[in-house]
């Protein structure tokens, strides 16, 4: 572990913290309120281990494969609560649920029986949020179920052996992201109507962090802003 890479790491994850503290600031929100997910796809192991040593305890990925390598089997450091936010194949759900603790990605009722089944045969108990396609019509496959199908989504999921978390989305390509997050503020609202547990709204990346925790985000995905830019990944 390169000690010029950590404190580029610490550099970078110290500039994060001042602009989430800065958006919390400005939306009159307790800095307590959101938690930062870093996400390490396409990134070596060492950086995981670099940032849980720099305090990270949220950390996301997006490849199953690339995941597996990383933590299944024990795999993932003590403390450290790991995220799954990409596109998820439900034959892949099963080895999934070995190491993430949240799925943040569920866009279908298929996949919330895989990962319940997967959760039970693991014996670990695994979060779900249910990811929401904010503009079905123009979005270019960021991925997510219509806003319709959220109701019954989130009821499979509070049904089934997962616990149910909340809602995920990307602001779509191009568009104004503090529309899109205003969008999902409503859509979490009318969703905690009927489930009050399900607080959870995961939101913004390294370009649009302050649009989403001015619209409620709990949880903020940022990668390269902490990392850099993605290494070839072929």
């Known amino acids: 572990m390169?000690?010029?890479r950590r404190d580029e790491l610490a550099a970078n994850l110290a500039a994060v913290e001042q602009?989430?503290?800065?958006?919390?600031?400005?939306?009159?929100?307790d800095r307590g309120q959101v938690h930062l997910v870093v996400v390490t796809k396409y990134f070596?192991?060492?950086?995981?281990?670099l940032l849980v040593e720099l305090g990270m305890r949220d950390l996301g990925e997006n490849r199953e494969q690339e995941a597996a390598a990383k933590l299944a089997d024990g795999g993932t450091p003590v403390g450290v609560r790991a995220h799954f936010i990409g596109q998820l194949q439900s034959n892949k759900a099963g080895a999934v649920t070995r190491w993430a603790d949240v799925v943040q990605s569920v866009?279908?009722?298929?996949?919330v029986g895989a990962l319940a089944r997967g959760a039970e045969a693991a014996g670990r108990e695994v979060t779900a949020l249910v990811?929401?396609?904010?503009?079905?019509?123009?979005?270019?496959?960021?991925g997510g179920a219509d806003p319709a199908d959220v109701p019954a989504l989130a009821d499979a999921i509070a049904s089934s052996?997962?616990?149910?978390?909340g809602l995920m989305a990307v602001a779509p390509l191009g568009a104004d992201p503090d529309r899109a997050f205003a969008r999902l503020a409503e859509l979490s609202e009318a969703l905690r109507a009927d489930h009050?547990?399900?607080?959870?709204?995961?939101?913004?990346?390294?370009?649009?962090l302050e649009?989403?925790?001015?619209?409620?985000?709990?949880?903020?995905?940022?990668?390269t802003a902490i990392l850099g830019e993605r290494p070839s990944h072929r």
């Open 161 to 165: 052996s997962l616990r149910l978390g």
């Open 19 to 29: 602009r989430i503290d800065a958006a919390c600031e400005a939306a009159g929100r």
């Open 211 to 223: 649009s989403a925790v001015r619209h409620g985000a709990t949880h903020l995905r940022v990668g």
């Open 196 to 208: 009050p547990e399900a607080t959870w709204v995961s939101a913004g990346m390294s370009g649009d």
């Open 131 to 142: 990811q929401v396609n904010l503009d079905p019509q123009a979005d270019g496959g960021r």
């Open 107 to 111: 866009d279908r009722p298929k996949l």
């Open 2 to 4: 390169s000690a010029e």
């Open 44 to 49: 070596p192991r060492s950086d995981l281990d």
